[in-house]
Every structure is written in structure tokens, then in C-alpha cells.
């Protein structure tokens, strides 16, 4: 087995949780494995450095926050590599550069073209372990770029991905998916598999365990993903491509969003191009909508609701105002306490059955669907706030979710 | 004019030191100069990576140990090109391996072996400034090493060689070189020109303020090194190759080191060989020796009799004492309150003169000379330490140093 593993700024937060992580990786090779290591900065590194950058300029040039940021994983690189030496493991840390991680785009959210790994490849196959940085690489001219927040994940299926690994284990402070919140179910049972199309629709909702980008790649070049935990040494979720001979429950697991809030622009007057009308000024203030609903026409007039981020609740209203005017609509209104509560689930045959029964189980409840909205593999409604623990237990019962 | 500006650790101390050192690079810039510089770390840190590495192993991996410090070079290097972009300069921060340091040797004490400056030249030419991490390169193999303690100095002159620079400032937080300790002989004077030759016989003794190898370096590509103050704006010390159509003085200068400890190993039997018995086993204690006198041999025995850094002074008696057994000397016995006291300049036609008043105004201050020894540009006594000053302040005076 060829094994890629990841750990996170947690994992590597001080120079015991860097001992602990040394352990794991010397289990692993212990079992036969060929490893090689991705590490995120010390928790709390990266905001350490930016700070620095900000106390220098209120707008520090990209190119140089990104190559102050990267040293936090190098410095975490390097310190893991020593404990592994100390243990008698040959290890050898590798900046972004050094790895052959390639990026295009823009300083401090650059993209991953490509990672020859090669030479890391020879490491390994030689009893060597590589200890990489995450989250950085170099552009075609040679500068250092970063990846982003949570990139390191990324990096981690990357460079799974270009050594030809068996799996990319992620270590992580949460020891997998669950089919719902165990703090609003305690019956919320842990997902053994799970498909990387479930996964992102669970990474986009409330289980912030795994950066969508890396969940992407791994789709894209079928590499699976072990999500496990680096404090408890047992099995964790993985995240692999569907299997359709497997015998599988239609439904993974029921999420939830308290994050949002519901805006409705009321009596617009209806011809083609309204939606661009709204939407645009909308993305150009930097508020990303979910949800959105648009009624049917009456007489001439339509409504438009949709859903955003809670925080951009009141940008949302103003922007809408100053609409309201432009568009002689008739008038705007929100809510903020609205949240969203998900079926999820690739087993899902047909959306009917699943939103039939979802319906039904939050009827008996008196719950009030406010917006419905359908995927593949996700029916979702949003509801009033105060009901979303009600709404949690009474669908993760109903689908049957305790039992696998 | 191009010229390449270093700054060593008080210089980019902090936020503020950085944000003077800036100023300095502007200056140079609107003088109409193509600049690049040349950092350290920001003082103490490399003394807290050093830390964190030892925490985490007794004996951390060399190799990792220089991924590690070399990242606080890293950090200034893009701390100062945030604030230069701030003040509408065009500045790039370059790691070695960037800038294209290449070295050999061991890890903490890598030797340059090349620098390629073709891709700065084309930056500063276009009106950038490089703004290049010191003490680090990249080996062979890719790996990261850095130079050793001081090695930024070095750094910045190599730099200047690799882009055809005219001057390599080295600013500090001395002004220059003096004709003596200032805090000894309160007329001693500032030197406007020193030549390589001197300026390694002032580094070797007291004045630690350019690295030995730096100096080396510039002396054998012949590249001028402009020693200043980054506190005080004022032209320092100017190291350069000896004009010999220059007007100058016999003397530079007086310099003395009271770091020093004398050791004599007396009535060894004499027989070819007996240097190499006595300082083969000094030197695999790694004890350097200093000036050396061996007596003539009387009767078949000798004397032999050296210095050594005065923290060295009791290890080496205990290799002495065990020596003194094997080789059937007579006694071993030393003295660990010596001083070496200088006269240095390349002025000096013949020893003779310069040495013969030197003992003249010793002899007249009835301070007893213990040893002697010469080299082309310099004379220099041991002495009891208690006469430093009195013999620094009256040799200064009868070489007539305070007036140019």
C-alpha cells in the first residue's frame, strides 16, 4: 500500500501533537506502507504571520503575504521530519517548491495545475518518507503561491494523486461523517463509506471536515479519502466512488445550516431579464445566494426569494432596496432566523419518493416549508430556525438512519 | 551606480527598524542607483526556530534544522518588499534558492560555490529591487542549507560579485572602524579607507563587525565594501583594494583581544615531530591556537609555548597534562589573564621599524612583552591583561592615529 497522509494545523499545533503524529505515521509504515506526510502550519502560525504583513501595510502586496505565510508549513515540515529522524524513520521535508507543486492563478487562492512526483515517488519507493507542505506551490515564473485556506487538504489528494497512492488519509479532529449532528441525535450513527458526490454536498452544509476543492479532485481521479481522526486510531469515513453493486440504504444522512437568512422582493413587474436585473448587483456586492424561488407571474407581477449567508443579511436588504426603486417593485422583506435542514443521499432513485416522505414527517410536526429545492442527491427545505433540532430527529428517524 | 544594501538583525528588528530600512533603500534609490538588498532574520529568531528544533530532538536532523532557520530570512525578506511596494518601489523578496545560491559542504556551514545573478540583473535593470534572503542557498541535490552564524555578510558580497554591483554597503549598528576602541582611546579615529588585508586582521581581532569570509571574498573578486551605520546616515569605512598611489599613513590602527589564555608545555624532548605531536591532539579537541613560540632547543629539550581563546584555556591543559606523561615533558603550565595587543597596516614597509618603536614605547610604560609575532601587515605582543588599555592608549598616541 501507498498511503498519503495529512494533518492539520491541530494535529501539528505544538511539539507534543507533533510527537503523537510521528507515532502515527510509524504505524503506518510499520504495517508495510509506503508514506508520505502533508502537513498543514502550527494552528495559529498562519494568523501569526498575517498579522505581521498587516502590521506593515493595510494592504501587503499578494506575492509577499504568500511567501511569508508559506514558511509555516515549512518550519512544521521540518519539525515533523525531525521527530521522525529521532525515531529512526529517514524522512525529509519538502517545501511546495521542492515537492513540485505547480500553480496558476492568483497569489493566496492559487490552483493546483499539476505535481510531478516523480523524485518523491524514488523516496519512497526507497523507505524514504517525504514530509510536504500543504497549501503552496510555485507559478510558472517561480513565485510562491498559496492555495488558501483549508488548501492543505488539497494539497494532500494532489499529491496522493501524482505518486500514485493507494488512498489519502486525512487526520482530523472529528473521527468521520455522521448521518446527522450526534449533538442534536445521539442515535446519529457514523458513515463507514460514502460517495465523494455525498461528501460534497455534506462538506457544503454544516460538516465543515473537508475543503470542497480537495473532495473535487478526488472525484475527478477517483482517489479515495480516508477522514479519520488523529486523537482516536480507529476507522474513519471514506469517501470513494459509488459502487453500484453495493447494497446500499437510499439516504446517508440528514444536514443542517443555521447560517442562513431569506430575503423576498415582492411585485416585481415581469419580463425577460428581471433575474439578471437582481442578481447582478447582488453578486457584486459579494453575497453569495443559495436557495432561490421565483413565483409564478400574477397579472403582470412576480416575487423573487432567495437565500444568503446570515451575515450578509442586512447587505442583502439594502442592495435590494435601492432595487425595489429602480425596478418599481412593490416592496422587500426578509427573515433572518429561516435555516436549512437537507436529505442526502446518491441511493436516492427518485427525488418524489424521498421529498414525498420528507414532506409528511415534517407536516405531522407542524413544520412550515418556507423553500424547497432539489439536487441529484439532496432534497432541501428551509425552515424556521427554532424547528431545526425537531426537523433533525423526527427525518433521522423516519429514513430509518440509526441503523446502517 | 549599482549597488547591493545588506541589513543585518537590529536592522529589521521590528515593524518600525523595517519600516527605517525602507527609507534607507529610497534614499539609494533616488541617488539614481539600480539596488538590490540582502536580509537577515529579524533578531531572535532564528534563535526561536533554534529552540523549537531542539525542543523537539537532543540531536535534530541538520538537514531539517536549515529548512527551518531558513525561513526567518524569508519572513524579513518579504516584510521589507511589503513596506518598499508601500513607498511605490517595485520590490520582489527572493529566497536563496530563488536568488540562486547555490553551496557546498555541510548543512549550518555551507560554502558558497556560485551565485547566478542574471535573472536580479534583469529585475534591477527594469528598476526593481531585489530584495534576497542572506545565509541561505540551495545545495546540489536541492536541499536547503544555510552558511553559518554571520553568513549574511557574506551573502550580500557574493551577491554583489554575481550582478557586477559597484559597492556592497553593509549596514550595522557601528558606523566604521577605528583607529582603536573608542571606549579605550577617546581620540580614536574613524577610518575613511581600509584595505582587505587590514580589515581581516581588525575582523580577526576585536572589531567582530564583518564576517572573515566576507571579506575574503571581496577582497579576491575585488568588490568594494562600504561598512555604515543604518543609525546614523554618515559615510563608515570604506574596505577596498590598497591604492598604492594613495598618500597614507604607515599605521591603521591599534587593536587588541583580551579573549586570550597562554599555555607552555616545557622540557619536551626534542626530536622532529614534536609540533605535530603536541597540536594534532589540540586540534581534534577543536581548540584553536593561536600564536605559537617554540624556544631553542638547549640540551636536547624545548619549550613550547601558545595561546588559545581563553575558554578554551582548560581543556586544553588537560590535553596538555596528558601529553606532557606520553612525551616524558617536564611540566605543563599556562596563565589565562593575557592579552593580545596589534599594530596593523598594510603601510608598515618593514617590520623592523614599526616593531621596534612598538617595544620602545611598551618598554618605556614598563609593560612586559610574553610573546611576539609578526605578519606582513601587523605586529602584535602578548601582555598581561591589566596593561591593555594603558599599552592601546600609548601606542595610539606615539603612532600619531589621532590625526589622519
Redesign the interface.
Known amino acids: 500500500m501507498r498511503i498519503v497522509q495529512k494533518f492539520g494545523g491541530t494535529s501539528v499545533g505544538s ?1 507534543e501533537r ?1 510527537q503523537e503524529t510521528a507515532k502515527i505515521v510509524c504505524m503506518e509504515i510499520e504495517r508495510g506502507s509506503e508514506v508520505a506526510v502533508v502537513v498543514s502550519a502550527m494552528s495559529g502560525e498562519t494568523n501569526r ?1 498575517l498579522a ?2 498587516n ?3 493595510d ?3 499578494p ?3 504568500d ?2 505565510v ?2 509555516g508549513e ?2 512544521t ?3 515533523l ?3 521522525l ?2 525515531l529512526g524513520v529517514r ?3 519538502f ?1 511546495g ?2 515537492a513540485g507543486f505547480k500553480t496558476e492563478g492568483n497569489h493566496s487562492k492559487a490552483r493546483i495545475s499539476g505535481v510531478n512526483g516523480d523524485h518523491l515517488i524514488k523516496h519512497m519507493q526507497n523507505g524514504d518518507v517525504p514530509v510536504v507542505t500543504g497549501f503552496q506551490g510555485v507559478d510558472a515564473a ?1 513565485n ?1 503561491t498559496t492555495l488558501g485556506r483549508g488548501g492543505s487538504d488539497t494539497s494532500a489528494v494532489a499529491l496522493a494523486i501524482a505518486v500514485h497512492a493507494d488512498c489519502c488519509d486525512i487526520y482530523t479532529d472529528v473521527d468521520g461523517i455522521y448521518t446527522t449532528d450526534p449533538r442534536i441525535e445521539p442515535k446519529a450513527r457514523k458513515l463507514s463509506h460514502i460517495s465523494y458526490e455525498e461528501m460534497l454536498e455534506f462538506a457544503s452544509l454544516g460538516a465543515k471536515v473537508l475543503q470542497t476543492r480537495s473532495v473535487e479532485l478526488g472525484m475527478r481521479y477517483n482517489m479515495p479519502i480516508h477522514l479519520r481522526s488523529s486523537f482516536k486510531l480507529i476507522e474513519g469515513t471514506r469517501v470513494s466512488r459509488e459502487d453500484s453493486d453495493m447494497e446500499r440504504a437510499e439516504i446517508s444522512g440528514v444536514a443542517y445550516n443555521r447560517d442562513e437568512a431569506k430575503v423576498t422582493i415582492k411585485g416585481i413587474p415581469d419580463h425577460p431579464g428581471i433575474a439578471a436585473a437582481v442578481f447582478g448587483p447582488v453578486a457584486s456586492a459579494d453575497i453569495n445566494v443559495d436557495v432561490i424561488v421565483q413565483n409564478i407571474s400574477v397579472e403582470g407581477f412576480t416575487d423573487l426569494t432567495f437565500t444568503v449567508p446570515r451575515n450578509d443579511y442586512k447587505p442583502t436588504l439594502e442592495v435590494l432596496n435601492k432595487l425595489c426603486k429602480e425596478m418599481n417593485a412593490r416592496e422587500v422583506n426578509g427573515d433572518d432566523t429561516v435555516a436549512k435542514v437537507s436529505i442526502i443521499g446518491v441511493g436516492m432513485r427518485s427525488h418524489s419518493g424521498v421529498a414525498k416522505k420528507m414532506f409528511e414527517v415534517l407536516a405531522k410536526e407542524n413544520i412550515n416549508i418556507q423553500m424547497i429545492t432539489t439536487s441529484e442527491i439532496k432534497v432541501t427545505v428551509v425552515i424556521e430556525e427554532k424547528y431545526v433540532e425537531l426537523a433533525v430527529r423526527s427525518l433521522h428517524e423516519a429514513f430509518g438512519l440509526e441503523t446502517a
Open positions: 511539539i507533533i504571520l505581521l504583513a502590521a506593515m501595510s494592504n501587503p502586496t506575492r509577499e503575504v511567501a511569508m508559506a514558511t515549512q518550519v515540515a521540518a519539525l521530519s525531525i521527530e529522524n529521532k524522512a525529509y521535508s517545501s517548491a521542492q517561480g510562491v
